[in-house]
T-cell receptor
Framework: DSGVTQTPKHLITATGQRVTLRCSPR?????VYWYQQSLDQGLQFLIQ???????AKGNILERFSAQQFPDLHSELNLSSLELGDSALYFC??????????????FGPGTRLTVL | AQSVTQLDSHVSVSEGTPVLLRCNYS??????LFWYVQHPNKGLQLLLK??????LVKGINGFEAEFKKSETSFHLTKPSAHMSDAAEYFC????????????FGKGTRLHILP
């Protein structure tokens, strides 16, 4: 158990809908990272927040957005969902803000299915 | 531009024999390199990382990797495979803080034969 929690574990929704994925980092970790894992794209870094501020942006679509709250939990919002958004979404956390130096601890993931 | 290439999508070895998972990278800077493991239906776990200190890095569960700049490689090895090593392994290059990229390889699935 990494100490990172994600809810829900599974989410089934329809095209065009909007969903919110939630992540609670390990106690004491200030950084939260979001990743998308799909069969065709592999594991892709979406975005990182550090202590409430956006720190780095990867391959995140404009239909997706994220935020980190004062209690350091984070939410990933996916809107206008398409079939291709079906994937496993991971959250990870680390103590510091620089991934080059900090080990990331991964949550168990949220499996999103768009029908 | 950065990239990571895991040269084998699947590797099968017999229990007790050595493991070699190959990773080549390209980076515009001096990268940090990581190996993560993902067991079925689980999140990823860090095996080891290289951050410009010793080129031979020892990780958990008997794994190690050697950073070879001249070959732009960061291959993962283990002297003797165990059934519990069956999982997917990801090589990762990170330049966050420089050009803010984290790049994962496509993954190598390791199968352990009894």
């Amino acid at each position: 158990d990494s100490g990172v929690t994600q809810t829900p574990k599974h989410l089934i929704t329809a095209t065009g809908q909007r969903v919110t994925l939630r992540c609670s980092p390990r106690s004491g970790d200030l950084s939260v990272y979001w990743y998308q894992q799909s069969l065709d794209q592999g594991l892709q870094f979406l975005i990182q927040y550090y202590n409430g501020e956006e720190r780095a942006k990867g391959n995140i679509l404009e239909r997706f957005s994220a935020q980190q709250f004062p209690d350091l939990h984070s939410e990933l919002n996916l809107s206008s969902l398409e079939l291709g958004d079906s994937a496993l979404y991971f959250c990870a956390s680390s103590v510091g803000g620089l991934a080059v130096y900090n080990e990331q601890f991964f949550g168990p993931g949220t499996r999103l299915t768009v029908l | 531009a950065q990239s990571v290439t895991q040269l084998d999508s699947h590797v099968s070895v017999s229990e007790g024999t050595p493991v070699l998972l190959r990773c080549n990278y390209s980076s515009s800077y001096s990268p940090s390199l990581f190996w993560y493991v993902q067991h079925p239906n689980k999140g990823l776990q860090l095996l080891l990382k290289y951050t410009s200190a010793a080129t031979l890095v020892k990780g958990i569960n008997g794994f190690e990797a050697e950073f070879k700049k001249s070959e732009t490689s960061f291959h993962l090895t283990k002297p003797s495979a165990h059934m519990s090593d069956a999982a997917e392994y990801f090589c990762v290059v990170s330049d966050l803080g420089r050009d803010d990229k984290i790049i994962f390889g496509k993954g190598t699935r390791l199968h352990i034969l009894p």
